[in-house]
T-cell receptor
């Protein structure tokens, strides 16, 4: 079965610093989703990447998909306390369209003011 | 639109009790799924459905039942609750084709 490994598992950065979270798949990626979760709350959709080499940005968050490496990276520029939370990557387990995703274990981000 | 609605938000059960977590979506999505979230383990898929009348098992289906009698509803039943089922449960839905998976706000379950 496919597994997604996120690194690092946790991260503490000073406000204003840049950071990167990686999500590596054990099998071919057929799309990659990034979500953010504040502690005790639901999941907020950040972005979806569908094609190798695709890159998307929303405000100060940029995500890229490297099909060959079976990996996606999420980069935050000039971090702010509002960026703190748990970041989760998810991917469809195979090329079939069943609407289900498997997820990585999550990366917990703390931003120190 | 309300999106994906889960009830209850909090529940405490005793070992051996049964209960149903309700999930409803008003977006006419074909795909629905249930996940559980435990510390350090991300989200794990319990059961999913690709349409009314069709369900299938995910990664961790033991101890849970589902049914999909309508497009809108996808309840998750705990047959005989165990402490290992203490978790936060999320219901999600998605339309056919590629697109965002919409999540409910979660249901926090504690089994004593």
């Amino acid at each position: 079965s496919q597994e997604l490994e996120q690194s690092p598992q946790s991260l503490i950065v000073q406000e204003g610093k840049n950071l990167t979270i990686n999500c590596t798949s054990s099998k071919t990626l057929y799309g990659l989703y990034w979500y953010k979760q504040k502690y005790g709350e639901g999941l907020i959709f950040l972005m979806m990447l569908q094609k190798g080499g695709e890159e998307k940005s929303h405000e100060k968050i940029t995500a890229k998909l490297d099909e060959k490496k079976q990996q996606s990276s999420l980069h935050i520029t000039a971090s702010q306390p509002s960026h703190a939370g748990i970041y989760l990557c998810g991917a469809p387990p195979g090329s079939g369209n069943t609407g289900k995703l498997i997820f990585g274990q999550g990366t917990t981000l703390q931003v120190k003011p | 639109n309300a999106g994906v609605t889960q009830t209850p938000k909090f529940q405490v059960l005793k070992t051996g009790q049964s209960m149903t977590l309700q999930c409803a979506q008003d977006m006419n999505h074909e795909y629905m799924s249930w996940y559980r979230q435990d510390p350090g383990m991300g989200l794990r898929l319990i059961h999913y459905s690709v349409g009314a009348g069709i369900t299938d098992q995910g990664e961790v289906p033991n101890g849970y039942n589902v049914s999909r009698s309508t497009t809108e509803d996808f309840p998750l039943r705990l047959l005989s609750a165990a402490p290992s089922q203490t978790s936060v449960y999320f219901c999600a839905s998605r339309p056919q084709g590629n697109g965002e998976l919409f999540f409910g706000e979660g249901s926090r379950l504690t089994v004593l």
